[in-house]
C-alpha cells in the first residue's frame, strides 16, 4: 500500500495537546488586543502632542498619578523592564521634563517629579487622549467601567507570576 493512502497520524509531541485556541473566547487574546489598540492611539497622541514616546509617556504617566516615585516603582507598576524605564527618565530628564531629587533616607535613590514643562506637556497629552476617546474610557457607561476594571484587577492580583 503507498504511504499516499495511509492516514496521516499525529506527531507524538502533539498528542493530547489542544489543537486550537478560540480566540473568540480567550480573555489573554482580548486584553492584548484592547491594550496594542490603546497603546497605538497613546503612543500616536504622546509623539504628535508632546514629542515623546510610548515607554516617555508611561514614565510620565506613572509620574504624573504620584509625584516622587522611584524609577523602581515605575517598573514595578508599568509593563516595562528596569533598562526601558531608566532610558525613559534620563530622556525625560534630558528634555527638561523631570527632575531627579534624592531621597532624604538613601541618597542612592532618586524620586522623580515633574517640572513645569513637564506638568504641561502631561496635562496637554492626557486632555487630547479624553477629547479623542484615544483610552476608551468614554465606551463603557460608568457602571459596566467600574465592573470592567474589578475584573481586570482580580485578574492582576490573581495572575500567575
Known amino acids: 500500500m503507498s504511504s499516499m493512502n495511509s492516514p496521516m497520524k499525529s506527531a507524538p509531541e502533539t498528542e493530547g495537546l489542544p489543537q486550537s485556541l478560540p480566540l473568540d473566547d480567550s480573555v489573554a487574546y482580548k486584553v492584548t488586543v484592547i491594550a496594542d489598540l490603546i497603546a497605538r492611539r497613546v503612543s500616536h497622541v504622546a509623539a504628535t502632542v508632546g514629542g515623546i514616546n510610548l515607554s516617555q509617556w508611561r514614565v510620565l504617566a506613572a509620574i504624573g498619578d504620584q509625584e516622587g516615585r522611584t ?14 524605564v531608566s532610558r525613559a527618565v534620563a530622556s525625560l530628564v534630558t528634555q527638561g521634563y523631570l527632575i531627579r531629587q534624592a531621597s ?6 532618586s524620586h522623580l517629579y515633574m517640572t513645569t514643562s513637564g506638568r ?4 496637554h497629552i492626557v486632555r487630547e487622549l479624553d477629547r479623542t476617546g484615544a483610552t476608551g474610557e468614554m465606551i463603557l457607561a460608568d457602571a459596566k467601567r467600574d465592573a470592567l476594571l474589578k475584573n481586570l484587577d482580580q485578574i492582576i492580583r490573581e495572575f500567575p507570576r
Open 71 to 84: 524609577a523602581s516603582q515605575v517598573v514595578d507598576m508599568t509593563p516595562m523592564d528596569k533598562g526601558i
Open 104 to 109: 532624604d533616607q538613601d541618597g542612592r535613590v
Open 120 to 123: 504641561e506637556t502631561f496635562s
